[in-house]
């Protein structure tokens, strides 16, 4: 049980066109959706904590009008890389907490989506 | 502002050996630690938690202590193997389930 999924696994793209990565709870109800970037060989860094049906929380520095993010249903957040350039091109990773882990801390993560921008 | 550090960045041993990661927070506010295994181009594998109440945490040959109030934790790998190479990470969980991660470090256990 517990699992968190992400489509695509990577994705190629022309500089300029915007890009959706999708982050699914396959059997479980998400309380809260994280997404974080990691540059090769260094950490992940949180980007952005969302709440089904709420704004998107954005961590100082990182652009939410770059980074959409919706969380439209208990299962499903999507990260929006809008007008991608070469320097967003980095492996993006979202995780998720349910119902019965929120206060133990315990969070799902998904497998990775590699963006990679020409 | 939290920062995590993870010494050594990269360990190269021969298969068998017991090994130690260390990990420094700067701010002892927390309210719990991870360790998490990252195999290379994928996701996280958790491995252990440690709530900010407890001191250690064990599963299998894994072994991760806590010291909040020095800022440190250790993992600790017994008889290690070569399935073990991987990226080794430590987060702490300031508040909110949002974790602030180490660099990690990247082990290598050759046969």
């Known amino acids: 049980g517990a699992v968190v999924s992400q489509h695509p696994s990577w994705v190629i793209c022309k500089s300029g066109t915007s890009v959706k990565i999708e982050c699914r709870s396959l059997d479980f109800q998400a309380t809260t959706m994280f997404w974080y970037r990691q540059f090769p060989k260094q950490s992940l860094m949180l980007m952005a904590t969302?709440?089904?049906?709420?704004?998107?929380?954005?961590e100082q520095g990182v652009e939410k009008d770059k980074f959409l993010i919706n969380h439209a249903s208990l299962t499903l957040s999507t990260l929006t890389v809008t007008s991608a350039h070469p320097e967003d091109s980095s492996f993006y990773i979202c995780s998720a907490s349910s119902f019965r882990t929120a206060n133990t801390g315990e969070l799902f993560f998904g497998e990775g989506s590699r963006l990679t921008v020409l | 502002k939290q920062e995590v550090t993870q010494i050594p960045a990269a360990l190269s041993v021969p298969e068998g050996e017991n090994l130690v990661l260390n990990c420094s927070f700067t701010?002892?506010?927390?309210?719990?630690l991870q360790w998490f295994r990252q195999d290379p181009g994928k996701g996280l594998t958790s491995l252990l938690l440690?709530?900010?109440?407890?001191r250690e945490q064990t599963s299998g040959r894994l072994n991760a202590s806590l010291d909040k109030s020095s800022g440190r934790s250790t993992l600790y790998i017994a008889a290690s193997q070569p399935g073990d190479s991987a990226t080794y990470l430590c987060?702490?969980?300031?508040?909110?389930?949002?974790?602030?991660f180490g660099a990690g470090t990247r082990l290598a256990v050759h046969p």
């Open positions: 440690i709530q900010s109440s407890q």
């Open positions: 987060a702490v969980d300031g508040g909110y389930n949002k974790l602030i």
């Open positions: 701010d002892s506010a927390i309210y719990n």
């Open positions: 969302s709440n089904e049906g709420s704004k998107a929380t954005y």
